[in-house]
Nanobody, 124 residues
Framework: QVQLVESGGGLVQAGGSLRLSCAASGRTFSSYGMGWFRQAPGKEREFVAA????????YYADSVKGRFTISRDNAKNTVALQINSLKPEDTAVYYC?????????????????WGQGTQVTVSS
């Protein structure tokens, strides 16, 4: 069993930055693919970013490329999402997810574990 706990969300003005963090339990964290997803009110959950077990491969949604950066620290069992140049449309609950397979994916259904989410609100 893997437990994921997100932190770092909050209220920020447009153009600002946030750093989201996800702490994972489990001794095999370094073998998991990790992803970030978000869900805005009234909308479906959408993929944001993913990172391979080694950190060597990353995927981003087109809407966040150049503004968001995903990273991981396997020694600390954490994955982070640096969010810059925030826009009101980035407002959502952000979820961290883990996939026990090493194959990277953008499909939420292929992730095995999910955190409880952290709220990001961007004011205009």
């Amino acid at each position: 069993q893997v437990q994921l706990v997100e932190s770092g969300g909050g209220l920020v003005q447009a153009g600002g930055s946030l750093r989201l963090s996800c702490a994972a339990s489990g001794r095999t964290f370094s073998s998991y693919g990790m992803g970030w997803f978000r869900q805005a009110p009234g909308k479906e959950r959408e993929f944001v970013a993913a990172i391979s077990w080694s950190g060597g491969i990353t995927y981003y949604a087109d809407s966040v490329k150049g503004r968001f950066t995903i990273s991981r620290d396997n020694a600390k069992n954490t994955v982070a999402l640096q969010i810059n140049s925030l826009k009101p449309e980035d407002t959502a609950v952000y979820y961290c997810a883990a996939r026990t397979s090493r194959v990277l994916t953008m499909r939420g259904l292929e992730y095995d574990y999910w955190g409880q989410g952290t709220q990001v609100t961007v004011s205009s």
